[in-house]
Every structure is written in C-alpha cells, then in structure tokens.
C-alpha cells in the first residue's frame, strides 16, 4: 500500500505532501488540478522515463519520494539480492530528476533501474490510457 507520496519541484507543483489511509483512496478535483501529475509522480518512482522538462521552472531539480508499506509477504530475498537494508515492512523510493539525467533510491541506497524493475513488477500495475493502478 502507498503510504506517502512527496513530490518537490516537479511540473507546476512547489511541494507535495500525500497521505494515505488504508482501505480504498480517491484523488478527486477539477480538470487540470493536478491529479494527472500525481500518478505520473508514481510511475517516474518506478521507473518511467524522465526528461529534464519534468523540472519546475526556475529550479534545478525535481525529487518524487514514496513510501510503501509493504505486506509480509514481500521476498526478504530482494534485499540480498540488491544490497539493500530493509526499514521493516516500509520500502521507500525516491527518484531525483535533473539537467543531466535522473537516479533512483530504495531505501537511501543508489540503485540501477533493474531493480527498480524488479519492484514494478512485484508491487504495481500500470495501465496506460486512463492510468489505472492496482498495487498488490
């Protein structure tokens, strides 16, 4: 489950600080108020190419951070494999667009995109069109 999503210095938004609760999330607002912007946050924090036009104008770089609260299911193998501590049943992502390029971090650690990947495929489903999003 999606715990947080912080979005800073990304298209048009300043600062964003998301929770939320368990059960079932709605994002609701008028054309153009930004709900698109939000679900393109989550997939460029898994992986979805970045450009520098994604930055705020005006600023140097755009940080997306989420944090996941995962179910006890979750292969402690991933870890081992990757290098990466876990924060008990948190997992968190953060993505850093800039001029000259973007990286990715799961739990404070650089990773490659093949783990980033890897999380895609265990954790979120996207569907283009109306970007509909299932997280298992």
Not at 25 to 44: C, F, H, R
Not at 63 to 85: D, K, M, Q
Not at 117 to 135: A, F, G, S, W
């Amino acid at each position: 489950m999606i715990k947080t999503l912080s979005i800073k210095d990304f298209i048009i938004i300043d600062e964003l600080n998301l929770e939320f609760d368990k059960g079932f999330n709605v994002i609701t607002g008028e054309t153009g108020a930004g709900k698109s912007i939000m679900i393109n946050a989550i997939d460029l924090a898994f992986g979805a190419r970045a450009s520098k036009e994604l930055i705020k104008t005006g600023k140097n770089r755009a940080v997306i951070e989420l944090v996941l609260e995962l179910e006890n299911t979750f292969p402690s193998e991933f870890y081992e494999t990757f290098g990466i501590e876990p924060l008990g049943n948190e997992l968190v992502l953060s993505r850093e667009i800039t001029e000259t390029g973007s990286r990715s971090r799961v739990n404070g650690v650089l990773v490659n995109q093949e783990v980033i990947k890897n999380l895609r495929e265990m954790l979120i489903d996207i569907h283009n069109q109306h970007m509909t999003y299932t997280y298992i």
